[in-house]
Structure formats: C-alpha cells, structure tokens
C-alpha cells in the first residue's frame, strides 16, 4: 500500500516537472533567453561591464553575459519558470560566485525586471566588496 503511495507521488512531481519545462519550451517559442529577460541583461551589462558586454548562448536555457578582458562573468539559466543568475567574480585569482534564484519569472514586467537586476547589483556590491577585503588580508 505504501508502495502504491510513494509512486503516486513520485509520479505526480515527474508530470508536474514535464508540464512546467513545456511551459519553458512555449515562453521561448521564437525567441532567445537573452530577449525574454533583456531588461535584466542591459542593466547588468550597464553595471558589470558598461554596456560592453556581449551575449553568449549556450543552449536554449542557458546563456552568459561577459566582456572579454575582465575579471567577471553573469550566467542565466531558466528551468521550469525560474531564473537562476550567477555572478562570477575574481580579484588576485580568488573567485566569489554569488548565485540567486527568482521563481514564477515566466511573465515578468519591465519594472520586476528593473527589480530583479537592482537586487542582484546590490548584493553583489556588498559580496564583492567583503572578497576584496578579504583577499588583501592574506595578501
């Protein structure tokens, strides 16, 4: 009976997983990831890089955004309705990785976006600023 049970469930978040990645295949019918989420990407690429930045795509969920020649790198994963930005950042060859995952991020507006991005800029301010900190003291 309790076999029964486990694979009912089981069974119920397979399904429910299934339908919420053809729920991702829809949202990006005809467009890129960069486009779904340009809001975001401009102003991290603004911030990060002045507006420098390039796109690079690495599958259909997945894309960096990175300017040659520095020290930092923002990757963009989508899954199941749900953004996952990482931030990579090196100084003196020790790296900080700051990762945030937004959830329901299937119809965004351009001021949750503005929002979004805002969020990942400020706490990344504050993670880098203490990886300074901390690499110049054991230096």
């Known amino acids: 009976m309790i076999w029964i049970f486990i694979i009912a469930v089981i069974t119920f978040f397979i399904v429910r997983f299934l339908i919420d990645l053809n729920k991702d295949n829809h949202d990006l019918h005809g467009r890129k990831l960069s486009e779904k989420f340009k809001f975001i990407v401009d102003v991290l690429n603004e911030t990060a890089f002045n507006g420098k930045g390039t796109v690079t ?22 899954s199941t309705g749900n953004l996952t930005i990482t931030w990579r950042y090196k100084y003196f060859q020790k790296e900080v990785v700051h990762e945030k995952q937004f959830n329901d991020t299937r119809n965004l507006s351009i001021f949750e976006q503005q929002s979004i991005a805002e969020i990942m800029i400020n706490e990344m301010v504050n993670i880098i600023a203490i990886h300074k900190n901390n690499v110049l003291r054991k230096i």
């Open 57 to 78: 795509q690495l599958d259909k969920r997945s894309f960096n955004l990175y300017h040659e020649g520095q020290n930092q790198i923002i990757n963009f994963t989508y």
